[in-house]
């Protein structure tokens, strides 16, 4: 099972890095590294400085995020910090407050 | 013991769902908490407080202090691990730390340096335990068939100052009554100053002689507070006597003795009530700021005390 999963009741206070897919149900305050790509489901809130490859966002990010293929910000999803990525997809109902680099 | 309390311990297959899942290739660090069942394939770092089941599988490395309801280790921890209902180390456990649970499983083939404890981990630091140990007699006392039965487990090998504790202090609570006990602010004087400076080594090796029930670490408030009016006898002697240092050394250890063994005897806390009167608790309390005075505090009463031990 390559992936990891942070449960709605969990916070974590620190750095999360890893090789696998990563999806965040709960609270992750820091800074998030990871290889493959990263989901932060509805409820879930990173407050943290974030590089990963892919990362779709249906609950809350609070801080930059840096994609190296795509961001997807989902309907009622909310960001506030500045997106760095190739490929960026904002839906329709998503809030989003910072600067967008798509310069690669 | 691990037989009969096997059904109520979580088990290491995880009946129930769990949804928080650290991955291989993953690794935190950091301080992690939460309300629900962790199970950890990839590593943490730092320190995880959880009210449910940690669960470190056989991949999974923990290097952090843990607090959990349970804790299951199939995989490698380094740190001290509080669980409030059991820890269980299967087989392929590998273990680095101290345990402090009310239920400790071991199974054979774990490996697993460290000490045991089977007190409820209801304070943060050892030593602040063992001050707060006073005031907290009668929850903890609750828990001593416990800790009788199950501290074999403790390796033989390992630092036993952790696990030492525990049964002197269970001892200490049941002779001793909650209106005898020193004042919470002796009690920190003589914690803080864990050897009498002032206090010849030979003055010590006849008490560990006689009075055998508490090794020379692991004796908590009990034995500070019985060895305290030995240290607070023997310097005012001079007046009486020899000075202590010019005295042959068994004449010291024969008045040890006659202190230690009267001490041993029933009458120990009539004469703890004796030797510490509520007035000078007072007087005492009124100087808080001199260090030095909490200790040379109980010379005085500790002479008369000393002339009735001798009339005996």
Redesign the interface.
Known sequence: ??????????????????????VV??TVK?RIN?RDSLVVENGGLVEATVETSSITVNGTVNGDISASERAELRPNSTVIGDIRAPRILIADGASFKGNVDMGG | MAQKTKNNLPSADGSAEV????????????????????RV??TVE?AVRLSATLFVEPEGVILAEVHARDVVVSGTVVGNLHAENAIVLTASARVVGDLRSPRISVEPGAAFRGSISMEPPDAEALEAEANASRSYGATRSASAPLVRGAISERPSNGDSRRAAPAPARQQAQQQQPQSVRLPPRRAQAFTARPEPRNFDPNHFEPRNHVERGSSERGNSERSWAAREPVRATLPPAPSAALPPARRPAFEEETIIVQHAAIRSSDDRSRRRAEALPPADHDDHAATPDEPRKKVAKPKPLARGKHKVERVD
């Not at chain 1, 099972?1 to 449960?7: F, K, L, N, Q």
Request: glycine fraction near 22%.
């Open positions: 099972m390559a992936t990891t999963v942070i449960g709605s009741s969990i916070v974590i206070d620190g750095e999360i890095s890893g090789e696998e897919h990563l149900h709960g820091g990871v | 949804v928080t899942h650290i991955g291989p290739g993953t690794r935190i660090v950091g301080r992690l908490s939460g309300q629900e069942d962790l394939h990839g730092g």
